[in-house]
């Protein structure tokens, strides 16, 4: 209920935030309160936009932390089979893919939000806005509501980025609190992302159009020392642009995958890079992404070796097919001219054993606690923080700095408090979990505990999969017949394969095979 409470008030604010009540009495008040020689004028940013979410996150993660000791009651029960059926699909076919409950109660909440904080700013702005006061400022009145509204579209754009920052890892305490996934928050960061740049694009836009048509167009190389710096603003709206435009399916597929195909040479254990990389691409075909077709060239000394080829294959258990890829194999074996008994054994058995009381020794960074770890993290690292604005107002009492350099030290400041903490933690918790695996190695298990977890077929490599015995593969033959306008050629193998295939690469005239290479050692 406290969390509930602080949130609501922490959105009261936003909404609040484009009435005169909040600039003429609420805002002025807090400075009153907040200005110290403590913090300074960074109190009331502090209160009003950071100390609430924090706050929010400490909480969450003392809650997340009890929840999981909670007792297992009726009534329990009810309230997650309420929750759960919140996070059920509600809309499954739309331009915005398959949407919850819970994402669409978010997404509309944000909406009404924006709708709300556009037409408040452009009422309170409009209603002053006269031929006299357009005629005092000598302009006319369409160029002072071009202006007005220019400056509305940068404040509506500084709400969306103001929530583009909350975080959306796996680990985030606010993200599991609400009941969101961690690809629902990506989902959002994606559109927020659109939103902002739209935004941000109309404010610059209109800010242009409006200082060339007032004679005023030398305001685009201003850099004030205090207060908006133009030119800087320009070249983030920029940056940002440029990023937005790659973002685009069309222009990505076009510009940043340059393969059609992917010819990939290995050499005995050069192949394990290839693994993941194969993974990937079977998980995107089952996925029906676009994928370039694959080559595979691997060269092995003896038969047996040829086992390792099952570790393409995903996990079992994983739904994904591999005949949704376009791969092909070539194997080469060259100390031998056929198959050996041991090659024939190429399923592989991964055993387990059960570690003692359900201790594992890989856990997580920050140990069984981690809710609480998380918590102590943050509030650990934000009263640091606060001590360190503290010593430096206190030394540089007199100095004035630039609002630049003011936020700069800020930054760097909560960087230093941030990492301080966080390695303290994580080297305790590392010595902590050393000491706990020391333990479970020195238990004892019987040996009939063991248990098979997998098996992983050969079948469906068998397809797509052309051995040969004996002799080394031709290069130069096997690139020549790659079609494509754009191949790329991947080498992780011995010094010689890589000079071999770099030479091919370099000769080709028609600049379609793009090398690289794989390197364990340098």
Known sequence: MLIVIIFMGYLMIWIMMPTNEFWLHWLPHIHAKTDSTYLGQKGAN????????????ILGCLYLHLDKYGDDTDNRRREDQYFASWKQPLLVRGPLGVISC?????????VVLLVWSFSAYLHGMFNNITRESASKMGDVVWEVRLDSVALLLGLVGNICLSFLFFPVARGSPIVHLVGLTSESS???????????????????LCYVVFWANTDQISEMLKWNRT???????????????????ASISHVRRKLFELHEMLVLVSGGSGITPFISIIRELIFLSNAHEKTPRVLLVAVFKKSADVSMLNLLLPLSGTPCDVACLQLH????????????????????????????????????????SSWLWLGAIISASFVVFLI???????????????????SLISTLFLCVAVATVVTIAFLWNKKHNTKECRQIDSATIPFPTERELESIPEESLKKITTVHYGP???????????EGRGIGVFVSSSQKMKQDVAAICSSDSTKRLHYQSFSFNW
């Open 46 to 57: 502090i209160l009003i936009y950071t100390f609430p979410i924090l706050l929010i996150a």
């Open 102 to 110: 819970t994402e669409l109660l978010f997404m509309l909440m944000f």
């Open 186 to 204: 990506i989902k959002y960061h994606i559109w927020l992302g659109h939103t902002v740049l739209t935004l941000f694009l109309s404010h610059g």
């Open 227 to 245: 207060g908006i710096s133009n030119v800087a603003g320009e070249v983030a709206l920029l940056c940002g642009t440029v990023m937005w435009i």
């Open 329 to 368: 194999i070539q194997a080469y074996v060259t100390r031998d001219t056929s198959p050996s008994t041991d090659s024939q054994k190429l399923p592989i058995n991964i055993w387990s054993e059960p570690s003692v009381s359900g201790a594992t020794p890989v856990t997580g960074v920050l140990g069984s």
């Open 388 to 406: 360190i604005i503290r010593l430096v107002n206190l030394v540089s009492m007199d100095v004035v700095y630039s609002q630049a350099v003011r």
């Open 472 to 482: 080394r593969p031709d290069f130069k033959k096997i690139l020549s017949k790659c």
